[in-house]
């Protein structure tokens, strides 16, 4: 469960302009040793990318399926893959 991975996760529902890109970033830090970023896409979907260990990223997953997140999700479709360079933290974008 120590293996390095990046977690790309889709998130739908009424989750833009409810805080949510910034409840993503507070969870990431809480759960610390995650970097990558949370943004909004044009169809009303929230990207997040989180690098780290499997555990840390699949923590964050469950977070984000869960009952606790602003607005309402409706759905997180992931896809995982190799570590990429260039991130330091965890940015909202």
């Known amino acids: 469960m120590h293996e390095h991975v990046r977690a790309t996760a889709w998130v739908r ?8 890109r ?3 970033r507070a969870r990431a830090l809480e759960i610390g040793g995650l970097t990558g970023y949370t943004s909004n896409l044009s169809d009303g979907r929230v ?10 990223c699949e923590r964050l997953l469950e977070l984000l399926r869960g009952p606790g997140t602003p607005g309402r ?17 965890f940015a909202i974008r």
Request: charged share 20%.
């Open 13 to 20: 529902g009424r989750v833009q302009e409810v805080g949510f």
């Open 47 to 56: 990207q997040v990318v989180a690098q780290g260990t499997r555990a840390d």
């Open 73 to 89: 999700v409706t759905g997180v479709t992931e896809i995982w893959g190799e570590l990429r360079p260039g991130y330091d933290g």
């Open 22 to 24: 910034w409840w993503t």
